[in-house]
């Protein structure tokens, strides 16, 4: 796993968009996972202002979702399809035919769930997945003592993470209990895993997820089973990092062709 520590969420948003990009033209109709949350807004922003003003040709990239409620009405503006389309595939200037995600308004959710996966394979699977923390050490929607071993699935959100996702709604009241996610399994099949995390609130999560036991009390932690993990977080959320010093030596002695 490799840790980068950057000076802000802008910095952090640079950085993992210049990667997505060394990607992109290296396979251009590469398969882009992208996570919710207002952590990677930063990526999403830098990645179309590289698409505006020419520095990247996203115009064949293709977008999977990692995550989904279940239960929205289709259309929903917080159902997470509607949040992707809005957030990266829009301004990326893609098509909604280059986006995939799983039904969270399907009847036989379980169905929909195989269905995702399935399509994922299908696709090739994922290239480069962009994962958030919550701030108990979720990825995608896998809450602690998620099976690290999970394929995509129905799971049920924790209170913390409905409260703290709670701000995108009217009311806490208002925001599903269950979700669709990718499993850790699912996400761990993808080439190369890009956590963002930002912001003091993210500190203990970060700290568990890099230098604790592998633990699916921490889902993050299941990024140390990885080969191409790259973690990057803001000085906030790195301020519980023990290794931070060596952290930041490795990546600034870090030969530049290797990129992250
Ligand atoms: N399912 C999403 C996660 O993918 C995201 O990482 C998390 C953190 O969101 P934020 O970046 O807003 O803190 O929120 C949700 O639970």
């Given at each position: 796993?490799?840790?980068?520590?950057?000076?802000?969420?802008?910095?952090g948003?640079e950085?993992?968009?210049?990667?997505?990009?060394?990607?992109?033209?290296?396979?251009p109709?590469?398969?882009?996972?992208?996570?919710?949350?207002?952590?990677?807004?930063?990526?999403y922003?830098?990645?179309?202002?590289?698409?505006?003003?020419?520095?990247?040709?996203?115009?064949?990239?293709?977008?999977?979702?990692?995550?989904?409620?279940?239960?929205?009405?289709?259309?929903?503006?917080?159902?997470?399809?509607?949040?992707?389309l809005?957030?990266?595939?829009?301004?990326?200037?893609?098509?909604?035919?280059?986006?995939?995600?799983?039904?969270?308004?399907?009847?036989?959710?379980?169905?929909?769930?195989?269905?995702?996966?399935?399509?994922?394979?299908?696709?090739?699977?994922?290239?480069?997945?962009?994962?958030?923390?919550?701030?108990?050490?979720?990825?995608?929607?896998?809450?602690?003592?998620?099976?690290?071993?999970?394929?995509?699935r129905?799971?049920?959100?924790?209170e913390?993470?409905?409260?703290?996702?709670?701000?995108?709604?009217?009311?806490v009241?208002?925001?599903?209990?269950?979700?669709?996610?990718?499993?850790?399994?699912?996400?761990?099949?993808?080439?190369?895993?890009?956590l963002l995390?930002?912001g003091?609130?993210?500190?203990?999560?970060?700290?568990?997820?890099?230098?604790?036991?592998?633990?699916?009390?921490?889902?993050?932690?299941?990024l140390?089973?990885?080969?191409h993990a790259?973690?990057?977080?803001?000085?906030a959320?790195?301020?519980?990092?023990?290794?931070?010093?060596?952290?930041?030596?490795?990546?600034?002695?870090?030969?530049?062709?290797?990129?992250?």
């Open positions: 796993m490799e840790v980068v520590i950057v000076p802000d969420a802008r910095a948003g950085l993992i968009a210049d990667a997505i990009a060394v990607l992109l033209r290296q396979k109709d590469a398969l882009l996972g992208v996570a919710t949350g207002s952590t990677p807004l930063p990526i922003q830098a990645l179309a202002a590289r698409v505006s003003d020419g520095a990247v040709d996203a115009s064949r990239a293709r977008i999977c979702q990692l995550d989904e409620y279940v239960g929205l009405p289709p259309g929903h503006p917080e159902s997470y399809r509607s949040v992707v809005r957030e990266v595939v829009e301004p990326l200037g893609l098509p909604a035919s280059s986006f995939m995600g799983p039904d969270g308004s399907a009847e036989d959710v379980q169905a929909a769930c195989e269905a995702y996966d399935a399509a994922l394979g299908a696709a090739g699977g994922v290239d480069l997945q962009l994962l958030g923390i919550g701030t108990d050490g979720h990825i995608g929607f896998n809450e602690p003592c998620s099976s690290l071993a999970s394929r995509t129905i799971k049920t959100l924790t913390q993470t409905r409260r703290d996702n709670a701000r995108f709604f009217d009311s009241d208002e925001v599903p209990h269950h979700v669709i996610t990718q499993g850790i399994g699912t996400i761990l099949d993808a080439r190369h895993l890009v995390a930002t003091e609130g993210k500190a203990q999560a970060v700290a568990d997820t890099v230098e604790g036991p592998v633990a699916s009390v921490v889902p993050a932690s299941a140390q089973l990885h080969p790259t973690v990057v977080v803001d000085e959320a790195a301020s519980k990092l023990r290794l931070a010093p060596y952290f930041r030596n490795t990546y600034a002695t870090k030969p530049e062709w290797q990129g992250l």
